[in-house]
């Protein structure tokens, strides 16, 4: 700044030299009064722009290093991919349910001809049709009973327990097997042996820590 006011006023000075020579000492004193506040304006004037242009100019940022920004762009992406929801139930045969569940109020049994409760569902399908494991689990039981026919036992977590009954085959599953919902574990019989009265289905049973549970309602909700 000091510098370039300097480097002004030395060439003023040499101009007005060249074009005073001619002047007399008298001549000279009126002349460089006017001379001198014509300098003062000018340096005035100098400083005045340099300050302005200093005010405009725009604020001197320090440089990011490229480290920084891949820190910010790594802290703002999530730290993992999102888990998918496990599959819980599946319904075990996509047929008509012809026996509703009743496990307190009696209904009547015409193959066996009685009254009584039927804490289950019977879901009705064509001899042959795949039945499905209802949810993740291990086959805890497998056996051929005379009243029920075929059944297959399967334990899920949280003290959950699939019973299916009225079917045509045990030879697909073993017991220890571990099983995932929608599995193909056996297929439905001609007929249940106490539930002869009724269309080929499965009578399948539902319970949580030993007690029945409605399948019906937990696939609505």
Known sequence: MLERIKAHFIKTIDRMRARLKGVTRAQWGR???????ALLLIA?????SAYRNKRLAPPKQEPVARSALSARAEAALPTSAPTPAPVEWVWPL???IIGEYSPSEPVWSTTLEQWQTHPALDIAGSPGEAVYAA??????????DRLWGNVIVIDHDGGWQSVYRGLNTLNLVEVGDSVKAGDVVSAVAPSVPCEGDLAPH?????????????FAEI???
């Open 94 to 96: 996509e047929g008509e």
């Open 135 to 144: 949810r993740d689990g291990e086959i805890s039981d497998a056996w051929c």
């Open 44 to 48: 005035l004037g100098v400083a005045s």
């Open 31 to 37: 002349v460089g009064y006017y001379a001198a506040l």
């Open 202 to 214: 499965i009578h399948f049973e539902l319970t949580r820590d030993g007690k029945e549970m409605d």
């Open 219 to 221: 696939m609505e909700n």
